[in-house]
């Protein structure tokens, strides 16, 4: 069980599940809500050897948005780190830049400044995940560890807000909303592997930079076709893993001579999906891949249902979707968030705090 470490600094308040350690600096206040909605988050750790899933809420977001994002580590849990340290941070940074002085309601202006957000935020996401992996990269370049900086995460984070969400993806995690009852996926899982219209789109895409997918991973070395770090594969990490890879057996000289890198075969554009948000929508389950390993969109829309109507919080229903995952044996490790979008729910459903926890 993690407890609540509370402050009273000007820092913004996070809530994460505690797989990694945040600096005494941030604020951790787990089991809270904001003044709209209610949330969880949970964590567990499956058969594999180290944990390296994170799920973190930032609820005071800048222009009224909860700031909601799961993290899904590999090779070291260096990339989830530094992630839920500073991407809300780079985020903050970038739209700040893009907010401006002028005449503007009160719902599109920002409390703390006054300034007027802009109207559409998905050039802003973009931009700030491009920013913090363009850091992400110096930071895992200059630690001087090999094994550091083959370091990677993938993220989904999403912005909500009464009226709207906006979601950006790279790597398989994945974003659902309920709607009527019913599944809505939010999110294009990016891998090379399986079928379908976005499978294929991600092979032709690495393809077309010189890249290869062997054994369903980019480069044979990597499952997922977007993501965060993972120095070896972007810039100048390319010639080195060519090297290493003929060394290590993986690949033949005469391979590695026929192969042209003309940009990162690896890369964080994230897709973004922008959706107005309808009184009826009541939830949103954002979580790794873990989780939807053993459980369809809709399997997890129906036992969130349930779990809500038996009145639950929205924090107790999270432990229990990940515990969920677990009994169904899963292979791979889980972070889940869950948000409640009914209205009302802040003041009429059940809160929990201080109850969040780090499953192993």
């Given at each position: 069980?993690?407890?609540?470490?509370?402050?009273?600094?000007?820092?913004?308040?996070?809530?994460?599940?505690?797989?990694?350690?945040?600096?005494?600096?941030?604020?951790?206040?787990?089991?809270?809500?904001?003044?709209?909605?209610?949330?969880?988050?949970?964590?567990?750790?499956?058969?594999?050897?180290?944990?390296?899933?994170?799920?973190?809420?930032?609820?005071?977001?800048?222009?009224?948005?909860?700031?909601?994002?799961?993290?899904?580590?590999?090779?070291?849990?260096?990339?989830?780190?530094?992630?839920?340290?500073?991407?809300?941070?780079?985020?903050?940074?970038?739209?700040?830049?893009?907010?401006?002085?002028?005449?503007?309601?009160?719902?599109?202006?920002?409390?703390?400044?006054?300034?007027?957000?802009?109207?559409?935020?998905?050039?802003?996401?973009?931009?700030?995940?491009?920013?913090?992996?363009?850091?992400?990269?110096?930071?895992?370049?200059?630690?001087?560890?090999?094994?550091?900086?083959?370091?990677?995460?993938?993220?989904?984070?999403?912005?909500?807000?009464?009226?709207?969400?906006?979601?950006?993806?790279?790597?398989?995690?994945?974003?659902?909303?309920?709607?009527?009852?019913?599944?809505?996926?939010?999110?294009?899982?990016?891998?090379?592997?399986?079928?379908?219209?976005?499978?294929?789109?991600?092979?032709?895409?690495?393809?077309?930079?010189?890249?290869?997918?062997?054994?369903?991973?980019?480069?044979?070395?990597l499952a997922v076709s977007r993501a965060f770090g993972d120095c070896e594969l972007k810039s100048?990490?390319?010639?080195?893993?060519?090297?290493?890879?003929?060394?290590?057996?993986?690949?033949?000289?005469?391979?590695?001579?026929?192969?042209?890198?003309?940009?990162?075969?690896?890369?964080?554009?994230?897709?973004?999906?922008?959706?107005?948000?309808?009184?009826?929508?009541?939830?949103?389950?954002?979580?790794?891949?873990?989780?939807?390993?053993?459980?369809?969109?809709?399997?997890?829309?129906?036992?969130?249902?349930?779990?809500?109507?038996?009145?639950?919080?929205?924090?107790?229903?999270?432990?229990?979707?990940?515990?969920?995952?677990?009994?169904?044996?899963?292979?791979?490790?889980?972070?889940?968030?869950?948000?409640?979008?009914?209205?009302?729910?802040?003041?009429?459903?059940?809160?929990?705090?201080?109850?969040?926890?780090?499953?192993?």
């Amino acid at each position: 069980m993690i407890r609540a470490q509370r402050t009273d600094r000007r820092e913004p308040k996070v809530v994460t599940t505690g797989v990694v350690d945040l600096p005494p600096s941030v604020s951790f206040t787990p089991g809270d809500i904001t003044e709209e909605f209610s949330f969880g988050v949970a964590a567990a750790q499956g058969p594999r050897n180290s944990m390296e899933d994170e799920a973190v809420v930032f609820p005071d977001g800048k222009c009224g948005f909860l700031y909601a994002m799961v993290l899904d580590g590999h090779d070291g849990l260096e990339s989830v780190q530094w992630l839920t340290e500073h991407m809300f941070e780079i985020f903050s940074e970038v739209l700040d830049e893009s907010m401006f002085a002028g005449a503007c309601s009160l719902e599109d202006s920002d409390k703390d400044s006054g300034l007027c957000c802009p109207v559409e935020l998905s050039p802003t996401l973009k931009e700030s995940f491009h920013a913090a992996d363009k850091r992400l990269l110096e930071k895992l370049k200059n630690s001087g560890e090999q094994r550091a900086q083959r370091s990677g995460s993938t993220a989904t984070v999403a912005l909500v807000r009464r009226n709207k969400i906006i979601v950006a993806n790279v790597g398989d995690s994945r974003l659902v909303l309920c709607r009527n009852g019913r599944a809505m996926d939010l999110t294009t899982e990016h891998r090379v592997y399986g079928k379908g219209p976005a499978i294929t789109a991600e092979i032709e895409r690495v393809k077309s930079t010189g890249g290869w997918v062997d054994d369903g991973r980019v480069c044979g070395l990597l499952a997922v076709s977007r993501a965060f770090g993972d120095c070896e594969l972007k810039s100048e990490g390319l010639d080195c893993f060519l090297k290493e890879s003929v060394t290590d057996g993986f690949i033949t000289e005469d391979f590695a001579s026929k192969v042209h890198f003309t940009s990162d075969p690896l890369v964080c554009t994230p897709d973004v999906t922008e959706l107005e948000l309808l009184p009826d929508d009541q939830f949103i389950i954002i979580a790794t891949d873990g989780l939807w390993d053993v459980m369809s969109s809709e399997d997890a829309v129906r036992f969130v249902s349930q779990q809500f109507k038996k009145g639950r919080s929205a924090e107790a229903i999270t432990g229990n979707l990940v515990d969920l995952a677990i009994k169904r044996y899963t292979t791979d490790n889980v972070a889940a968030v869950v948000i409640d979008l009914r209205q009302g729910s802040v003041k009429n459903g059940p809160l929990q705090k201080g109850s969040v926890s780090k499953k192993r």
